[in-house]
T-cell receptor, first 113, second 111 residues
């Protein structure tokens, strides 16, 4: 059974600082997704990582995937208050692309002025 | 383009009652899903469908049923509601290998 673990689960940081959220998963997969959720809202897709070594960047967020280490990172550069949200990683456990994503518990990020 | 539409947004049920959560998408996606989200627990897959007429169980299917008679619609049926089904329910759709598009969610309370 695939397990997806995110660290940390809670992150409080100051504006302007850098930090990394980690997503580890327990079985082989080459598909990983990052989503953002604002309080009381739905989930919004941030990144789709489909191969080993994939790196994607959007604004102050950069995501990477190391399938050999079964690890993805979401790096935050010079955080701003608008980045405050919960971030989820999700992994597809099937080699054949069953699309049954397994989600981590989420990392609640709070960016303080 | 409406994306994924869920109704209702909120509902309070009494124990033992039944209801259907509606989900419709207008993007011609073949894959559709139902997840539930409990505080601090991430999202757990209830049921999913890879196309009209094809459905399969996810991680937590007990107490729920689905059907998919068309590409657009994927309703979730709760029979004999229990307090353990209090949760936020999200419907999503996608093409293979692409990110999910989520609906706005249904907040269900069973009392």
């Amino acid at each position: 059974e695939l397990k997806v673990e995110q660290n940390p689960l809670f992150l409080s940081m100051q504006e302007g600082k850098n930090y990394t959220i980690y997503c580890n998963y327990s079985t082989t997969s080459d598909r990983l997704y990052w989503y953002r959720q604002d309080p009381g809202k739905s989930l919004e897709s941030l990144f789709v990582l489909l191969s080993n070594g994939a790196v994607k960047q959007e604004g102050r967020l950069m995501a990477s995937l190391d399938t050999k280490a079964r690890l993805s990172t979401l790096h935050i550069t010079a955080a701003v208050h608008d980045l405050s949200a919960t971030y989820f990683c999700a992994v597809d456990p099937s080699q054949g692309g069953s699309e049954k994503l397994v989600f981590g518990k989420g990392t609640k990020l709070t960016v303080n002025p | 383009n409406a994306g994924v539409t869920q109704t209702p947004k909120f509902r309070i049920l009494k124990i033992g009652q039944s209801m259907t959560l509606q989900c419709a998408q207008d993007m011609n996606h073949n894959y559709m899903y139902w997840y539930r989200q409990d505080p601090g627990m991430g999202l757990k897959l209830i049921y999913y469908s890879v196309g009209a007429g094809i459905t399969d169980k996810g991680e937590v299917p007990n107490g729920y049923n689905v059907s998919r008679s068309t590409t657009e619609d994927f309703p979730l049926r709760l029979e004999l509601a229990a307090p353990s089904q209090t949760s936020v329910y999200f419907c999503a759709s996608s093409y293979a290998g692409q990110a999910f598009t989520f609906g706005s969610g249904t907040r269900l309370t069973v009392v």
